[in-house]
């Protein structure tokens, strides 16, 4: 019953306490082993080839595009096991936002033109085809450059059962400092001056008709796109749940992030570079995967082939929809900031109280984070609601049928009768009703034997009934005109001399014991038969 009537429940119990940051983001200066930063990137490029398709386990202090301050967990102030704690923090994260803008072709200066055949190309195989842009370049003195950068975007095809190629591409931005040097022909000394809070990048996408003129022209581009976007790190207020894992607490969950809290990361810190060639040492390496999607009708590079394409988040058409820039848009910069995010997480985290190649720590320190233990492990017993008003039913009803018996018993001793609230069942049968006695003499003194033939026991029982039909019996009282006696037995209705006087006996009439007689006669005709056997 207990089982059935009571649940267990967990009742979460809250204690707010104050976290502190065990970290904090900043710059580091370059090391001398270009590998650790390749290693870095390799592992990376891994992860984006599967971008969208399987459920990732991200390293300590990330989630996806954010990264967390590490935190430094007190001493729990709580009993019990630690695996039925958990704990809610609300903290900053640092994520990457970005503002763009839309570059016609005119703004880049764009040309298209076929290239050449450098890269040893088999005989009969088409040219390449190219999108030049150029932009204006203000250089660190102060003279006017042009900075110069193309993509490959489809082939010189003669003959093809396709219509349309889809190309997507980064231009290389000559805001960045590393393009900006090149361009200016100005020698970067110091690898970590390369170390700054932003990133432009310039996309472009489309698609190329290959239905058109054999001409290479810009006519033959159905649709092109070009974005600038730049990039920085932006500060979000994130609510994550950490949990007990292998004896540290890792974020188990997180809620989207309340964007009305979005502002500039401060102090702000450098977007870890990508690609970029360091002096002396080599070039860091991709974070892209280098499994570029490229086929006879079009090409794709950077982070394109990791979003669209077969077998990913997005069909190629999509490159090719004037509808669809800002999904486009938003998908690069979700992946562009989750590979930041997670190589900020290995190269821009500095321990408290340690300076950032590019500022000091914090003098006032760092904020205590808001958070609270959450003790999963209390239970308690929980009534269910129908069940208990089931049972509170049925005690209700106990209880009025008991109040209906004692108000009937009330009236009745006050001399009040009521059929409705009629609880006295004194009468309705004589003392020992039950007995063999009274039953072997219940049609003692009955009038049936009147109206029932003689040798029944020959009788089809068809006949019997037909015999009978009409005549109705009843279990009650029947008083007998000729001594004024009342019997209880099973008689014929609707007999003067036998009237049937109902099926209780009024324990005030002048009969007031008239079952007496009944048992009298009964016991009188068990010992005359029982003579009757012993004098046989």
């Given at each position: 019953?207990?089982?059935?009537?009571?649940?267990?429940?967990?009742?979460?119990?809250?204690?707010?306490?104050?976290?502190?940051?065990?970290?904090?983001?900043?710059?580091?200066?370059?090391?001398?082993?270009?590998?650790?930063?390749?290693?870095?990137?390799?592992?990376?490029?891994?992860?984006?080839?599967?971008?969208?398709?399987?459920?990732?386990?991200?390293?300590?202090?990330?989630?996806?595009?954010?990264?967390?301050?590490?935190?430094?967990?007190?001493?729990?102030?709580i009993d019990g096991a630690t695996e039925n704690i958990t704990i809610r923090v609300s903290t900053p994260a640092a994520k990457l936002v970005s503002n763009c803008e839309i570059l016609t072709e005119e703004d880049i200066h764009l040309n298209i033109s076929e290239g050449d055949r450098s890269n040893n190309l088999p005989e009969g195989h088409p040219n390449r085809i190219w999108a030049h842009a150029s932009f204006p370049v203000t250089c660190p003195n102060g003279t006017a450059s042009t900075y110069g950068t193309q993509e490959l975007i489809?082939?010189?095809?003669?003959?093809?059962?396709?219509?349309?190629?889809?190309?997507?591409?980064?231009?290389?931005?000559?805001?960045?400092?590393?393009?900006?040097?090149?361009?200016?022909?100005?020698?970067?000394?110091?690898?970590?001056?390369?170390?700054?809070?932003?990133?432009?990048?310039?996309?472009?996408?489309?698609?190329?008709?290959?239905?058109?003129?054999?001409?290479?022209?810009?006519?033959?581009?159905?649709?092109?796109?070009?974005?600038?976007?730049?990039?920085?790190?932006?500060?979000?207020?994130?609510?994550?749940?950490?949990?007990?894992?292998?004896?540290?607490?890792?974020?188990?969950?997180?809620?989207?992030?309340?964007?009305?809290?979005?502002?500039?990361?401060?102090?702000?810190?450098?977007?870890?570079?990508?690609?970029?060639?360091?002096?002396?040492?080599?070039?860091?390496?991709?974070?892209?995967?280098?499994?570029?999607?490229?086929?006879?009708?079009?090409?794709?590079?950077?982070?394109?082939?990791?979003?669209?394409?077969?077998?990913?988040?997005?069909?190629?058409?999509?490159?090719?929809?004037?509808?669809?820039?800002?999904?486009?848009?938003?998908?690069?910069?979700?992946?562009?900031?989750?590979?930041?995010?997670?190589?900020?997480?290995?190269?821009?985290?500095?321990?408290?109280?340690?300076?950032?190649?590019?500022?000091?720590?914090?003098?006032?320190?760092?904020?205590?984070?808001?958070?609270?233990?959450?003790?999963?492990?209390?239970?308690?017993?929980?009534?269910?609601?129908?069940?208990?008003?089931?049972?509170?039913?049925?005690?209700?009803?106990?209880?009025?049928?008991?109040?209906?018996?004692?108000?009937?018993?009330?009236?009745?001793?006050?001399?009040?009768?009521?059929?409705?609230?009629?609880?006295?069942?004194?009468?309705?049968?004589?003392?020992?009703?039950?007995?063999?006695?009274?039953?072997?003499?219940?049609?003692?003194?009955?009038?049936?034997?009147?109206?029932?033939?003689?040798?029944?026991?020959?009788?089809?029982?068809?006949?019997?009934?037909?015999?009978?039909?009409?005549?109705?019996?009843?279990?009650?009282?029947?008083?007998?005109?000729?001594?004024?006696?009342?019997?209880?037995?099973?008689?014929?209705?609707?007999?003067?001399?036998?009237?049937?006087?109902?099926?209780?006996?009024?324990?005030?009439?002048?009969?007031?014991?008239?079952?007496?007689?009944?048992?009298?006669?009964?016991?009188?005709?068990?010992?005359?038969?029982?003579?009757?056997?012993?004098?046989?």
């Open positions: 019953m207990a089982a059935v009537l009571f649940s267990v429940e967990t009742v979460p119990n809250e204690t707010p306490v104050q976290i502190q940051q065990n970290s904090w983001f900043g710059d580091k200066a370059f090391e001398n082993n270009i590998e650790v930063y390749q290693n870095h990137r390799s592992f990376l490029q891994s992860v984006l080839d599967s971008w969208g398709q399987v459920n990732l386990t991200y390293p300590k202090n990330t989630f996806g595009e954010f990264v967390f301050p590490a935190l430094k967990i007190p001493e729990l102030p489809a082939w010189t095809w003669s003959q093809h059962d396709f219509h349309q190629g889809y190309f997507a591409g980064t231009f290389e931005s000559a805001d960045n400092p590393i393009d900006k040097a090149d361009t200016c022909n100005v020698e970067v000394g110091d690898n970590n001056d390369l170390l700054v809070p932003w990133q432009v990048k310039t996309y472009v996408w489309g698609s190329w008709d290959y239905d058109k003129s054999y001409r290479v022209h810009k006519d033959r581009l159905s649709f092109f796109r070009c974005w600038r976007c730049n990039y920085t790190w932006a500060q979000v207020m994130v609510d994550v749940h950490l949990k007990y894992v292998k004896g540290d607490f890792l974020i188990n969950h997180i809620t989207p992030p309340d964007s009305s809290t979005t502002q500039p990361w401060n102090p702000p810190f450098a977007i870890p570079l990508q690609n970029t060639y360091l002096s002396n040492m080599g070039r860091t390496g991709e974070v892209y995967p280098t499994n570029r999607y490229t086929n006879e009708a079009g090409n794709m590079y950077d982070y394109f082939p990791s979003l669209f394409g077969p077998q990913r988040k997005h069909p190629l058409e999509i490159l090719g929809d004037p509808e669809s820039d800002d999904i486009i848009l938003e998908e690069l910069r979700a992946a562009f900031s989750f590979t930041s995010a997670q190589l900020a997480n290995l190269e821009h985290r500095l321990r408290i109280g340690e300076d950032s190649y590019s500022t000091a720590f914090p003098a006032e320190g760092l904020p205590p984070i808001e958070a609270a233990i959450i003790d999963g492990g209390r239970r308690r017993l929980v009534q269910s609601p129908p069940i208990t008003y089931v049972i509170i039913g049925i005690l209700s009803f106990v209880i009025i049928i008991n109040v209906w018996a004692l108000v009937s018993d009330t009236l009745r001793w006050m001399g009040i009768r009521s059929g409705l609230l009629s609880m006295d069942v004194k009468g309705l049968a004589p003392e020992g009703f039950s007995s063999i006695a009274m039953v072997t003499s219940l049609l003692y003194e009955s009038n049936a034997a009147r109206y029932i033939p003689e040798a029944t026991e020959r009788l089809p029982t068809s006949e019997l009934h037909g015999l009978l039909a009409g005549k109705k019996f009843r279990l009650g009282w029947f008083r007998r005109k000729s001594d004024q006696t009342s019997h209880f037995t099973v008689g014929v209705m609707d007999d003067e001399d036998f009237p049937f006087m109902g099926s209780k006996l009024d324990s005030k009439t002048e009969h007031n014991m008239p079952h007496e007689r009944v048992l009298k006669i009964s016991q009188k005709t068990i010992c005359e038969g029982r003579a009757a056997d012993a004098a046989e």
